[in-house]
């Protein structure tokens, strides 16, 4: 007892317990500040996103901006108290809050967000699960930067890439030319044996030419694709044509060389507008996905070429156009995961030998001469790459 | 403005309540010399938290919300430690207040001067940083309209003459029983200050079960109440509270209130024994 109850004792408890108290809150008050937007400008820039509540809204002055430091300015425009929070996509964790906004006052609420979805919600009166909205936060692209040499391997595998989307858009121009003479002259034999060929250039650099949200419906739209009132043209149209299903009425010759015209002068126009497409080593990396999810969505279906069933052409156009990009892509790769790089490999020469089965002469066989076992082999051969190609692009730009 | 009011009287009285308690029990042991500690501990938390408020409000930083509330949080958990020793060595002190040689006792708070600082710096600290927070909002909104500021400080002056009037209530109760009954309040207030700090670090991410209620009366008991503001200001009642909330109240208050009503009530006689029970409970 004596000993407990000394002044000495109380004293070390006491010094013991701020000692305690300061050592768990100063690394805290340290570590998590976030930079003020409003005096920071760099951070947001557009200034601060106004959220003003009252009793029955949760006004924000917009749905989206990109990573990085968000500020939300919150006013309370009512009568009763509120809060402002920013949840996570499943609603549940916050991501951010600030409580006790009065009537009349305005809070700001800093936040350092990653790009992704994220749910906004007012509580008036702090009860409740709140007037809610969703909120996106879009990637500015705001990444570590890359040190130099890397960032000079990115910039040569991207430049390559995009000399090979120059030339496999001349190629696409000529071959264009070419069919379009011979199937506006009536010439079906060679239309039929120019079709498949000449869209495989177009296919190799399908996402680029997709970025043309006009051209591709008017190039590459298929017929149960088609918009109510939507004007069918493009290769598939020139491809009912020249493999005709039964009872199918054929195009007059006007026709033909109508479609045939439109067919150079969109190809024309999409020649000149990817000469000016920005490229960079996510657009290559996420691209080379997109040639492989095209391939498992419709090629290994069949449903691409319903007609012609051609499709084999267009998976190895496809899958070539991936392949480039990887390749590309590839010294950065090694670099950064360089197992990545391996089981690529090896999965992109799994494929292409399972294709190289199905070869013929210059082409390969009929997609409705596959056998079920065959496509299924393909297909997945194909599932195999897509899932570590899915994550080229972030092992590269991250 | 009721509402801006509310916000102040709520956060007020969050602040002023141990803080008075522990003033009416100095005055009460005729120690009023430490009063002095306790107004230093409660000064140097409000200085702290206007110009920590006023840093982050008007700074080129702020805070991230999780360290606030991690903050909070935190220094709520630590107060509520720092209650519960107070809490046992005023019983302590109590007992022997009279019976034992007057400079042992002197003796005794001198040594605990310290704690008596750093209890009244966390009890108002751990709401001061949201208040200023607040504060200076609504002084940033004044030139639109002084009605949110004059609201708010009218809510705090509100907080703090009801804490007056309950220093002088105190005051005139019975001695044997007063001892007992700040104790035994302190321990009510000091649980519930513990639910709230959990509440906090679950807000944070840093404790689970944000949505795990145990109940929720806010239906009939509205936190914009002035009913709801009363009990979330006094007893840091929450109308919808979580079941690590509840639990940690739970917890907390039963085996405090139990040791502390053993340790007051034990007959004079057998005192010998009394604080090696309490050092049990403390450690």
Not at chain 1, 53 to 69: H, L
Not at chain 1, 193 to 212: D, G, K, N, Q
Not at chain 1, 242 to 249: E, I, N
């Amino acid at each position: 007892m004596p000993g407990f109850s000394s002044p000495q004792t109380r004293r070390t408890v006491g010094a013991r317990l701020a000692v305690v108290a300061a050592t768990a809150i100063l690394p805290l008050a340290l570590s998590s500040c976030t930079d003020n937007a409003g005096a920071n400008a760099s951070g947001t820039t557009d200034g601060p996103i106004q959220v003003t509540s009252t009793d029955a809204e949760c006004k924000v002055s917009a749905a989206e901006a990109p990573s990085g430091n968000l500020t939300f300015a919150v006013k309370n425009d009512g009568a009763e108290v509120t809060e402002f929070y920013v949840l996570a996509e499943d609603g549940l964790r916050i991501v951010a809050e600030v409580e006790n906004i009065g009537p009349g006052i305005t809070r700001n609420l800093v936040l350092t967000a990653p790009a992704g979805k994220y749910i906004t919600a007012c509580k008036p009166g702090m009860k409740g699960d709140g007037i809610r909205a969703d909120f996106t936060v879009k990637d500015s692209g705001k990444q570590a930067t890359v040190d130099a040499d890397l960032q000079k391997l990115v910039d040569t595998g991207v430049s390559q890439y995009a000399a090979y989307v120059k030339d496999q858009t001349e190629q696409l121009v000529a071959g264009t030319k070419e069919f379009a003479t011979a199937y506006a002259a009536g010439d079906a034999a060679k239309a039929k044996s120019l079709y498949a060929a000449t869209r495989m250039h177009w296919e190799r650099i399908e996402p680029v030419a997709e970025s043309f949200g006009d051209l591709d419906p008017k190039l590459d739209a298929r017929e149960a694709d088609l918009e109510p009132g939507q004007k069918w043209t493009g290769w598939h149209r020139a491809e009912k044509d020249l493999f005709p299903p039964a009872g199918y009425k054929a195009l007059t010759a006007a026709e033909r060389g109508a479609l045939a015209k439109q067919l150079v002068a969109d190809t024309a126009e999409l020649s000149t507008r990817t000469r000016t497409v920005e490229l960079s080593a996510d657009k290559l990396g996420n691209g080379a996905k997109e040639l492989l999810d095209e391939v498992a969505r419709g090629k290994v279906t069949g449903e691409e070429e319903i007609w012609s069933h051609t499709d084999l052409w267009d998976f190895q156009a496809n899958v070539d156009g991936a392949r480039i990009a990887f390749e590309n892509l590839k010294p950065v790769l090694q670099q950064k995961d360089a197992a990545l790089a391996k089981d690529l490999d090896a999965k992109f020469s799994a494929l292409q030998a399972e294709l190289k089965k199905h070869a013929k002469g210059d082409g390969f066989a009929y997609y409705n001469e596959l056998g079920k076992d065959e496509v299924q082999k393909l297909s997945s051969l194909v599932d195999a790459l897509g899932e570590p190609l899915s994550k080229l692009t972030a092992a590269v730009v991250l | 403005m009721t509402a801006n009011f509310l916000i102040g009287l709520r956060e007020g009285l969050e602040a002023t309540l141990i803080v008075v308690l522990l003033m009416a029990y100095l005055t009460k042991s005729g120690r009023r010399a430490l009063l002095p500690r306790l107004w230093a501990g409660v000064g140097i938390a409000v200085a702290v938290s206007v110009g920590f408020g006023a840093l982050l409000t008007f700074g080129p930083r702020g805070l991230t919300f999780e360290a606030q509330e991690a903050i909070g949080g935190g220094l709520s958990i630590i107060a509520v430690g720092l209650v519960t020793w107070m809490v046992f060595w005023m019983a302590r002190t109590a007992r022997t207040l009279g019976s034992e040689l007057r400079s042992r006792v002197d003796g005794v708070a001198d040594g605990a001067a310290w704690g008596l600082v750093l209890v009244a710096a966390l009890a108002v600290g751990r709401e001061g940083l949201e208040t200023a927070l607040f504060l200076w909002a609504a002084a940033q909104a004044s030139g639109e309209s002084g009605t949110p500021l004059f609201g708010a400080l009218v809510g705090l002056a509100v907080a703090a003459g009801l804490g007056y009037l309950l220093h002088r209530g105190v005051l005139k109760v019975n001695l044997s029983r007063f001892f007992t009954w700040t104790g035994v309040a302190l321990v009510v207030i000091a649980g519930g200050v513990l639910a709230y700090g959990v509440h906090d670090l679950q807000e944070a991410g840093i404790l689970p079960g944000l949505h795990s209620l145990a109940f929720d009366v806010s239906a009939a008991v509205p936190p914009s109440s002035w009913y709801g503001t009363l009990l979330k200001g006094t007893l840091n009642f929450s109308p919808a509270t979580t079941w690590l909330e509840a639990a940690a109240c739970v917890l907390y208050t039963i085996p405090v209130m139990f040791f502390y009503l053993r340790a007051n009530f034990r007959p004079p006689l057998r005192r010998a024994e009394a604080p090696a029970a309490t050092a049990a409970v403390a450690s």
